[in-house]
């Protein structure tokens, strides 16, 4: 089956992910940590990207982006290609380093990168590689906590909790030490990050199609008008209990209630879960 396009959204946030080839540890030195973050730091400089986060963990890492000059697509390429050929020269290696296709979740605006910029600088916390998040020296953290002015764009953040430096920076202290666990779940399984209305605008919805009318299920099980009269005149004769239960199963498909589709034919609630359970056991 052909992978659904990726869309992209011009001066959109990224949340993105990218793994190591079956799952494989490529970050596992301190060296492969830092030039993963040359390449970062390269993607500022050249392609102009703005990045407001980062981690490299052992097998993965996370970035919060957004990307105007190039497409987010290339500028992805152009990271892992870089440290590919890099770490299949230092190993003597060739072949896949990344897993084909990176994980990119759209975030709304700024409000919602507070809570992601929290979920990633927390990575190593909760996969249990350190006690706190100021330790882990392979994060952006260092460049918020240090007021380090460097290639991550830190002044969005601090700016949105407070108008003050100082008190941005103990704020920003404050935010690491929040535990959310559904919200983290919440980021871990999210196809977006935003309000609804964003989410009708990055996932528009498929149109769904209107659902038949009862009488048009009704008439579909293949019975005569004559049948058709009877069932809707309660008739209980015995050859018609079939054509009764084909047409609650369709029914329920469709969408409707018990309670519908019993009174359209003048049974119960309790009536249409015998037919139900009839046709599980396969009487």
């Known amino acids: 089956m052909a992978r659904r396009r990726r869309l992209e959204y011009s001066d959109a946030i990224y949340h993105v992910i990218q793994r190591g080839n079956n799952k494989e540890y490529i970050f596992d030195t301190s ?5 993963l973050i040359e390449c970062l730091q390269r993607a500022v400089d050249v392609d102009g990207v703005e990045i407001f ?4 963990m052992s097998n993965h890492y996370h970035i919060a982006l957004r990307s105007e000059q190039e497409s987010l697509s290339k500028v992805m390429h152009r ?3 870089r440290y590919s050929v890099w770490y299949n020269r230092k190993r003597e290696r060739s072949g896949h380093v990344f897993e084909g296709r990176y994980k990119a979740t759209p975030v709304q605006d700024e409000r919602y990168l507070l809570s992601l910029i929290r979920y990633i600088h927390r990575n190593p916390v909760r996969a249990k590689m350190c006690e706190r998040v100021d330790v882990y020296r392979w994060s952006s953290d260092h460049f918020y906590r240090h007021h380090e002015l460097d290639f ?5 953040l601090l700016g949105i909790l407070a108008n003050n430096q100082k008190v941005a920076l103990q704020e920003y202290n404050r935010l690491m030490e929040i535990v959310d666990e559904e919200q983290e779940r919440q980021i871990k399984e999210a196809n977006y990050l935003g309000s609804q209305a964003f989410a009708m605008v990055v996932e528009p919805r498929k149109a769904i199609p209107p659902r038949k009318s009862l009488d048009e299920i009704l008439l579909n099980t293949g019975l005569s008008m004559e049948e058709f009269e ?6 209980r004769k015995r050859h018609l209990q079939g054509l009764k ?4 199963l369709e029914a329920s498909k469709q969408g409707y209630s018990m309670r519908e589709i019993g009174s359209h034919i003048g049974l119960t609630d309790s009536a249409i879960n015998k037919y139900f359970r009839s046709m599980k056991e396969g009487h």
């Open 245 to 248: 239960a084909a047409y609650a």
């Open 79 to 81: 990271i892992n290609t």
């Open 230 to 235: 009877q069932v809707k005149d309660k008739s």
């Open 53 to 56: 986060a980062y981690v490299v």
């Open 152 to 156: 991550v764009r830190i002044e969005m």
């Open 31 to 35: 060296e492969d940590k830092e030039y």
